[in-house]
């Protein structure tokens, strides 16, 4: 047998080098693939109504997206696998949803199709909204006017220069009817329309394109019985916020007792169940005490100055300092200059004062409130572990505040990877979830749970642990 040279030597060294770059190569590939895919993700996250500012780094986290049509085109654009819903009412005309492009057209409708509008049992009309979002309720049982909403969506949806693939219905309310309806005075009778209404969309756009309900309360065989007809739902709220003014416990459990039943049937039914889950927390609520001289409040990304009518500063704090790494060494801080401050957010001892969302020399009056630039993660973390205990492969979790801000977390890159299992109840109203990656845990009940000799979750609170 030939010996091998010192060429060939080389050669296979170069082979072996070769080979073994390629598998790093293609792993960080794969990597790449699954970190953008997020396939092993559960749930995916989304977006409502965000104004985005990066739609390429927004498609590569968030998948589901409900919102404008405009949006939902440019998303598309740079994430195929993503669900990206323009938002359309069909249920009511509005002359600010015809401007919009969110349903159609106002006067077109009503003067010329005034059969097609809801009617009590007196002849007037049946409006429904608020403030500039009212206006006169559809008949969805009128075949006329189902051939127009289907044609408007044709033309709206997949001829416009921004084209969409799937979209979203609003106020998909079909769990109850009012008796003094001219028609429809019965929930059998009106659930029938709703059937009637889902079956005409599903024949004319399904399966090329996906349709989601943004709906209310309803019992699961009325929920069931629409779903089928529809590719999924929105739930615009996990449950009443527990900072929010008027928190109950009492009423946010049923509620989010209600979203796992309905997120099961979808996941059991190959449905869409995306969930959104208002992450706004107010900080600060500051007041002048009667009598006091007017003082102005400013907030930059990392300064506070408190300053008198003249202008003249009182006092000045960097919010890297020791003195306000937290809401409450913050609230001490401005109880120096006299005011009146309570702490309005229930995640105080873990949210630095560096978050504080910017103000310009705004007056201090009876009543001030100081926002957060982000939710504390404690806010993320519930809504998350709230949503995995029942997610899917077609999950969602929506993140949500009123400034309609875009946040990162760490745990949005570390996929949960496949659940081994449903939930658990470990303790009353104190829950589990184990997934290949990580653990979820989710305590709504009263008390503070043990999760370790040194880890406690306290009451309303979420947390993902490593398996």
């Known amino acids: 047998m030939p010996r091998l040279g010192s060429r060939s030597k080389i050669n296979y060294h170069m082979i072996i080098v070769l080979i073994i770059f390629l598998i790093i190569t293609l792993s960080e590939h794969a990597f790449a693939k699954d970190k953008v895919n997020k396939d092993t993700a559960w749930p995916k996250f989304g977006l409502a109504f965000q104004n985005i500012t990066d739609f390429q780094k927004a498609a590569k986290t968030y998948y589901f997206y409900w919102g404008s049509q405009k949006n939902a085109s440019t998303l598309r654009k740079f994430n195929n696998n993503g669900i990206y819903l323009p938002v359309f009412n069909l249920i009511r005309v509005n002359r600010l949803f015809a401007k919009k492009g969110y349903g159609p057209d106002h006067d077109y409708i009503t003067t010329n199709h005034p059969d097609w509008l809801l009617r009590y049992k007196d002849g007037s009309l049946v409006y429904m909204g608020y403030s500039d979002y009212i206006g006169p309720r559809l008949d969805l049982g009128n075949p006329s006017y189902v051939d127009h909403a289907i044609k408007w969506l044709k033309k709206q949806a997949f001829e416009d220069d921004y084209r969409i693939n799937d979209f979203s219905l609003d106020n998909a309310m079909f769990f109850y009817a009012d008796k003094r309806w001219a028609k429809y005075d019965t929930n059998e009778s009106y659930r029938d329309v709703w059937e009637y209404f889902l079956r005409r969309l599903s024949e004319a756009f399904r399966p090329q394109h996906k349709i989601v309900l943004n709906v209310g309360t309803s019992d699961l065989p009325t929920f069931a019985r629409m779903i089928h007809w529809v590719d999924g739902v929105l739930y615009e709220d996990l449950c009443h916020p527990p900072h929010k003014p008027g928190f109950d416990p009492e009423k946010a459990y ?42 102005y409040v400013s907030v930059g990304k990392k300064e506070m100055f408190i300053s008198n009518a003249k202008r003249e500063l009182i006092h000045r704090l960097d919010f890297t300092s020791p003195q306000a790494n937290t809401l409450e060494k913050l609230a001490r801080f401005l109880e120096q200059s006299g005011l009146q401050v309570s702490i309005l957010n229930p995640y105080q001892e873990a949210v630095t004062a560096g978050t504080l969302a910017p103000v310009k020399y705004q007056r201090l009056g009876p009543d001030m ?66 997934f290949d990656n990580y653990t979820v845990f989710l305590n709504l009940s009263a008390e503070t749970y043990p999760l370790g000799p040194t880890h406690l979750l306290p009451p309303w609170r979420g947390t993902v642990v490593t398996r």
């Open 254 to 295: 049923p509620t989010i007792l209600d979203r796992w039943q309905k997120g099961q049937w979808c996941a059991e039914n190959g449905k869409i169940w995306a969930v959104r889950y208002n992450t706004t927390i107010q900080a600060l609520k500051m007041a002048s005490p009667p009598g006091m001289e007017a003082l």
């Open 369 to 434: 409130v100081l926002k957060f630039e982000q939710p504390p993660r404690e806010a993320f973390l519930f809504g998350y572990a709230a949503v995995a205990m029942v997610a899917g492969p077609n999950s969602f979790y929506i993140l949500k505040d009123e400034r309609n801000r875009e946040y990162y977390y760490p745990e949005m890159d570390q996929p949960l990877g496949r659940p081994l299992g449903p939930m658990s109840e470990i303790a009353p109203q104190v829950y589990k979830r184990e």
